[in-house]
């Protein structure tokens, strides 16, 4: 009897146990579109969700996966960046507004700060933040930037700040995440040579800047030149209408 009953309480362990493995949904079926995904994320995370009704966008995926509490967030925000969207958070928590990208980066974005030594706390989603990153030495925060840019999408936004010490990124989550661990490296005090190289570098630059300059002076004033077009001021004197009295005066024979 006493082994039945060990036997009968160990049962619903086993079930309860691989119950985790078992629950899930295909995601093909559960989120052949945006709107679609948005309420099957909605019903699987209790998460709210305003949009447009003309929003559109899919993405394929192989029939044996699925979309879970653990994963919902991951892949709902994958759909929406592929397809140029993100979701930004509104008032109350969980609820969110599904906009375009490029809408989406001059709104409310969440803003975390990081420094060398303080990692930026970011979820594992292509959720957009902003990150506010302090360089450990203002001289080195337009190279940050450069170097940045090597590594991020075209349409990420990156705005260094030399007076602030500062490097501005907007973005995804994982993208920031991945761009944190290169700044740590990188976020180095400036060697004399390296000083000496940008200074020749920004002179260069600058006396690019001053031959344009100087181009496109020349081009518009060789547009102006000679008599064709009178100066300010100046009028051609064959230009100069005669009076009605000069027109009645008779001409001497």
């Known amino acids: ?39 099957t994320v909605s019903e699987l995370m209790g998460q709210q969700y305003a949009y447009d009704v003309d929003i559109q966008g899919k993405m394929s995926a192989t029939s044996g996966l699925l979309i879970t509490r653990e994963n919902a967030e991951l892949l709902f925000t994958d759909m929406l960046n592929i397809n140029g969207f993100t979701r930004v958070p509104l008032g109350p928590l969980g609820t969110y507004q599904i906009m375009r990208q490029r809408d989406a980066r001059d709104s409310t974005l969440p803003i975390i700060r990081a420094d060398k030594n303080t990692k930026p706390e970011l979820p594992h989603n292509w959720d957009l933040y902003t990150m506010i990153y302090k360089s450990s030495h203002s001289e080195v925060v337009d190279e940050l930037a450069r170097t940045s840019r090597s590594f991020m999408p075209a349409n990420s936004r990156i705005i260094p700040s ?29 060697t004399p040579e390296f000083l000496r190289k940008r200074a020749k570098e920004e002179a260069r630059r600058e006396a690019e800047r001053a031959a344009e300059r100087a181009e496109k002076n020349s081009k518009a004033h060789s547009m102006y030149k000679g008599d064709d077009i009178p100066l300010p001021g100046q009028i051609k004197r064959d230009s100069v209408e005669p009076t009605p009295a000069a027109l009645a005066k008779p001409k001497s024979k």
Not at 168 to 187: F, G, H, M, P, Q
């Open 162 to 190: 030399e007076l602030s010490s500062t490097l501005i990124v907007t973005d995804s989550a994982l993208n920031i995440k991945k761009l944190y661990e290169i700044l740590r490296e990188i976020d180095q005090k400036p």
């Open 1 to 39: 009897m006493n082994m039945m009953n060990k036997k009968s309480a160990a049962l619903p362990l086993i079930l309860l146990c691989a119950t985790p493995a078992l629950a899930g949904d295909s995601f093909s079926e559960k989120c052949p579109d945006i709107p679609s995904c948005a309420k």
